[in-house]
Protein backbone atom coordinates (compact mmCIF):
# COMPACT_ATOMS: atom_id res chain seq x y z
CA UNK A 1 0.00 0.00 0.00
CA UNK A 2 2.61 2.37 1.08
CA UNK A 3 4.55 1.93 -2.49
CA UNK A 4 1.52 2.04 -4.44
CA UNK A 5 0.79 5.72 -2.43
CA UNK A 6 4.69 6.42 -3.63
CA UNK A 7 4.34 5.81 -7.15
CA UNK A 8 1.14 7.65 -7.33
CA UNK A 9 2.77 10.25 -5.71
CA UNK A 10 5.59 9.84 -8.46
CA UNK A 11 3.33 9.92 -11.04
CA UNK A 12 1.59 12.80 -10.02
CA UNK A 13 4.29 14.96 -9.68
CA UNK A 14 5.53 13.99 -13.18
CA UNK A 15 2.35 14.71 -14.61
CA UNK A 16 2.58 18.54 -12.63
CA UNK A 17 6.26 18.62 -14.45
CA UNK A 18 4.99 18.35 -17.68
CA UNK A 19 1.83 20.54 -17.51
CA UNK A 20 4.28 23.14 -16.45
CA UNK A 21 6.50 22.47 -19.17
CA UNK A 22 3.65 22.15 -22.02
CA UNK A 23 2.07 25.89 -20.65
CA UNK A 24 5.51 27.90 -20.99
CA UNK A 25 5.98 26.30 -24.20
CA UNK A 26 2.37 27.90 -24.90
CA UNK A 27 3.66 30.73 -23.84
CA UNK A 28 6.99 31.28 -25.78
CA UNK A 29 4.89 29.88 -28.81
CA UNK A 30 2.36 33.08 -28.05
CA UNK A 31 5.18 35.42 -27.42
CA UNK A 32 7.07 34.75 -30.84
CA UNK A 33 3.47 35.52 -32.43
CA UNK A 34 2.17 38.57 -30.91
CA UNK A 35 4.75 40.52 -29.05
CA UNK A 36 7.61 43.25 -30.69
CA UNK A 37 10.60 42.00 -31.83
CA UNK A 38 12.60 43.20 -28.76
CA UNK A 39 9.98 41.70 -25.92
CA UNK A 40 10.00 38.26 -28.08
CA UNK A 41 13.67 38.08 -27.64
CA UNK A 42 13.39 39.09 -23.81
CA UNK A 43 10.49 36.91 -23.01
CA UNK A 44 12.05 34.22 -25.06
CA UNK A 45 15.28 34.05 -23.16
CA UNK A 46 13.43 34.07 -19.54
CA UNK A 47 11.27 31.63 -21.11
CA UNK A 48 14.06 29.79 -22.18
CA UNK A 49 15.91 29.72 -19.28
CA UNK A 50 12.69 28.85 -16.97
CA UNK A 51 12.45 25.81 -19.02
CA UNK A 52 16.02 24.77 -18.24
CA UNK A 53 16.06 25.00 -15.03
CA UNK A 54 12.74 23.31 -14.82
CA UNK A 55 13.73 20.15 -16.30
CA UNK A 56 17.19 20.38 -14.26
CA UNK A 57 15.06 20.25 -11.39
CA UNK A 58 13.08 17.28 -12.50
CA UNK A 59 16.07 15.62 -13.32
CA UNK A 60 17.27 16.27 -9.63
CA UNK A 61 14.09 15.16 -8.02
CA UNK A 62 14.31 11.94 -9.95
CA UNK A 63 17.54 11.23 -8.90
CA UNK A 64 16.66 12.04 -5.28
CA UNK A 65 13.72 9.32 -5.76
CA UNK A 66 16.38 6.56 -7.31
CA UNK A 67 18.92 7.61 -4.09
CA UNK A 68 15.41 7.43 -1.71
CA UNK A 69 14.59 4.26 -3.29
CA UNK A 70 18.18 2.91 -2.38
CA UNK A 71 18.09 3.90 1.03
CA UNK A 72 14.81 1.98 1.74
CA UNK A 73 16.00 -1.63 -0.16
CA UNK A 74 19.86 -0.81 2.08
CA UNK A 75 17.29 -0.49 4.59
CA UNK A 76 15.86 -4.00 4.69
CA UNK A 77 18.30 -5.89 3.00
CA UNK A 78 21.59 -7.79 4.78
CA UNK A 79 24.62 -5.93 3.85
CA UNK A 80 26.91 -9.71 4.00
CA UNK A 81 24.54 -11.96 2.75
CA UNK A 82 22.33 -9.74 0.25
CA UNK A 83 19.29 -11.03 1.84
CA UNK A 84 16.71 -9.88 3.25
CA UNK A 85 17.18 -8.75 6.80
CA UNK A 86 15.12 -9.01 9.66
CA UNK A 87 12.89 -6.21 9.35
CA UNK A 88 13.02 -7.05 5.71
CA UNK A 89 12.00 -10.63 5.52
CA UNK A 90 9.65 -9.68 8.38
CA UNK A 91 7.23 -7.14 5.66
CA UNK A 92 7.51 -9.90 3.59
CA UNK A 93 6.31 -12.25 6.17
CA UNK A 94 3.41 -9.98 6.81
CA UNK A 95 2.73 -8.88 2.98
CA UNK A 96 2.41 -12.97 2.31
CA UNK A 97 0.05 -13.03 5.49
CA UNK A 98 -2.24 -10.32 3.93
CA UNK A 99 -2.79 -12.29 0.78
CA UNK A 100 -3.19 -15.57 2.90
CA UNK A 101 -6.11 -13.98 4.77
CA UNK A 102 -7.07 -12.54 1.50
CA UNK A 103 -7.09 -15.27 -1.27
CA UNK A 104 -7.34 -18.32 1.64
CA UNK A 105 -3.92 -19.28 0.85
CA UNK A 106 -1.58 -22.13 2.44
CA UNK A 107 2.61 -22.10 2.89
CA UNK A 108 5.41 -23.17 4.96
CA UNK A 109 7.96 -21.23 7.29
CA UNK A 110 11.65 -22.68 7.85
CA UNK A 111 13.70 -21.12 10.70
CA UNK A 112 17.42 -22.21 9.65
CA UNK A 113 19.99 -22.06 12.48
CA UNK A 114 23.97 -23.17 11.60
CA UNK A 115 24.97 -25.74 14.08
CA UNK A 116 28.20 -25.19 15.53
CA UNK A 117 29.12 -21.76 13.78
CA UNK A 118 30.82 -20.36 17.12
CA UNK A 119 33.85 -22.96 16.43
CA UNK A 120 34.07 -22.02 12.78
CA UNK A 121 34.85 -18.49 13.56
CA UNK A 122 37.09 -19.59 16.56
CA UNK A 123 38.73 -22.10 14.59
CA UNK A 124 39.23 -20.25 11.19
CA UNK A 125 38.86 -16.36 11.92
CA UNK A 126 35.36 -14.25 11.30
CA UNK A 127 36.38 -13.65 7.75
CA UNK A 128 35.68 -17.59 7.21
CA UNK A 129 32.35 -17.20 9.14
CA UNK A 130 31.45 -14.41 7.02
CA UNK A 131 31.85 -17.01 4.03
CA UNK A 132 29.92 -19.33 5.83
CA UNK A 133 27.27 -17.07 6.28
CA UNK A 134 27.32 -15.92 2.25
CA UNK A 135 27.48 -20.02 1.06
CA UNK A 136 24.48 -20.48 3.35
CA UNK A 137 22.78 -17.34 1.41
CA UNK A 138 23.79 -18.32 -1.59
CA UNK A 139 22.22 -22.32 -1.22
CA UNK A 140 19.60 -20.82 0.81
CA UNK A 141 18.69 -18.69 -3.29
CA UNK A 142 19.24 -21.61 -5.33
CA UNK A 143 17.32 -23.87 -3.56
CA UNK A 144 13.75 -21.69 -3.71
CA UNK A 145 11.45 -20.64 -6.50
CA UNK A 146 11.18 -16.37 -7.35
CA UNK A 147 8.35 -15.74 -5.34
CA UNK A 148 9.61 -17.26 -2.29
CA UNK A 149 11.39 -15.35 0.70
CA UNK A 150 15.11 -15.76 2.36
CA UNK A 151 16.23 -13.87 4.96
CA UNK A 152 19.11 -13.69 7.39
CA UNK A 153 17.23 -12.71 10.93
CA UNK A 154 20.92 -11.81 12.74
CA UNK A 155 24.11 -14.00 13.14
CA UNK A 156 23.63 -17.25 12.08
CA UNK A 157 20.05 -17.39 12.06
CA UNK A 158 17.67 -17.30 8.51
CA UNK A 159 14.63 -18.28 7.43
CA UNK A 160 12.49 -19.25 4.35
CA UNK A 161 8.82 -18.80 3.06
CA UNK A 162 7.64 -21.14 0.63
CA UNK A 163 4.88 -19.20 -0.24
CA UNK A 164 1.48 -20.60 -2.17
CA UNK A 165 2.35 -24.15 -1.23
CA UNK A 166 0.77 -27.28 0.54
CA UNK A 167 2.24 -28.51 3.85
CA UNK A 168 3.15 -31.92 2.07
CA UNK A 169 5.17 -29.74 -1.36
CA UNK A 170 6.88 -27.64 1.72
CA UNK A 171 7.91 -30.69 3.84
CA UNK A 172 9.45 -32.28 0.70
CA UNK A 173 11.15 -29.01 -0.41
CA UNK A 174 12.28 -28.76 3.79
CA UNK A 175 13.84 -32.19 3.59
CA UNK A 176 15.55 -31.23 0.40
CA UNK A 177 16.71 -28.33 1.80
CA UNK A 178 18.20 -30.39 5.11
CA UNK A 179 20.01 -32.29 2.96
CA UNK A 180 21.64 -29.98 1.19
CA UNK A 181 22.48 -27.80 3.78
CA UNK A 182 24.30 -30.37 5.75
CA UNK A 183 26.13 -32.08 2.97
CA UNK A 184 27.80 -28.62 2.05
CA UNK A 185 30.89 -28.28 2.41
CA UNK A 186 33.02 -24.45 1.59
CA UNK A 187 36.33 -24.22 0.98
CA UNK A 188 38.59 -21.81 2.60
CA UNK A 189 42.45 -21.57 2.73
CA UNK A 190 42.30 -25.25 1.58
CA UNK A 191 40.32 -26.90 4.21
CA UNK A 192 36.81 -27.67 3.92
CA UNK A 193 34.31 -26.38 6.26
CA UNK A 194 30.66 -28.14 6.66
CA UNK A 195 27.89 -26.07 7.35
CA UNK A 196 25.25 -28.08 8.90
CA UNK A 197 22.04 -26.68 9.77
CA UNK A 198 18.82 -27.15 12.24
CA UNK A 199 15.66 -26.41 10.51
CA UNK A 200 12.18 -26.17 11.99
CA UNK A 201 9.34 -25.87 10.33
CA UNK A 202 5.40 -24.55 10.47
CA UNK A 203 2.82 -24.21 8.53
CA UNK A 204 1.02 -21.15 8.05
CA UNK A 205 -2.73 -20.29 6.45
CA UNK A 206 -5.33 -17.03 6.81
CA UNK A 207 -5.01 -17.25 10.35
CA UNK A 208 -1.65 -17.11 11.22
CA UNK A 209 0.37 -13.97 12.66
CA UNK A 210 3.94 -12.87 11.80
CA UNK A 211 4.68 -13.03 15.48
CA UNK A 212 3.33 -16.75 16.61
CA UNK A 213 4.91 -17.77 12.99
CA UNK A 214 8.62 -17.20 13.83
CA UNK A 215 7.67 -18.07 17.34
CA UNK A 216 6.75 -22.02 16.54
CA UNK A 217 9.22 -22.23 13.83
CA UNK A 218 11.92 -21.04 16.22
CA UNK A 219 10.34 -23.71 18.49
CA UNK A 220 10.46 -26.38 16.17
CA UNK A 221 14.02 -25.45 15.29
CA UNK A 222 14.86 -25.69 18.72
CA UNK A 223 13.25 -29.19 18.39
CA UNK A 224 15.39 -30.47 15.93
CA UNK A 225 18.78 -28.97 17.17
CA UNK A 226 18.16 -31.29 20.21
CA UNK A 227 17.70 -34.51 18.09
CA UNK A 228 21.27 -35.19 17.98
CA UNK A 229 22.36 -37.76 15.25
CA UNK A 230 20.47 -37.83 12.09
CA UNK A 231 18.17 -35.87 10.73
CA UNK A 232 18.53 -31.77 11.55
CA UNK A 233 14.39 -31.36 10.60
CA UNK A 234 11.79 -30.93 12.96
CA UNK A 235 8.19 -30.27 12.12
CA UNK A 236 5.77 -28.33 14.06
CA UNK A 237 2.21 -28.39 12.65
CA UNK A 238 0.39 -26.17 15.04
CA UNK A 239 -3.35 -25.35 14.02
CA UNK A 240 -4.62 -21.08 13.96
CA UNK A 241 -7.97 -20.47 14.56
Known amino acids: MQKNRHNQAIALENNQFTNVMETLTECMETISH ?7 QASSALLSDALLALDNAKILASQQKERLSYLEKLALTDELTGLHNRRGFTKAMERTLAN ?7 GVL ?5 NAFKPINDTYGHDA ?8 SRLLMDNIRDNDYAGRLGGDEFAVLLVRTSWDNGITRAKALDRALNRYYTSWEGRMIGIGASIGVQVYDGSS ?5 LKHADQAMYH ?3 QGEG ?11
Open 34 to 40: ESSCACK
Open 100 to 106: ARRYDEK
Open 110 to 114: LFIDL
Open 129 to 136: GDEVLRQT
Open 209 to 213: TSIDL
Open 224 to 226: AKR
Open 231 to 241: PKLYLEKVQYG
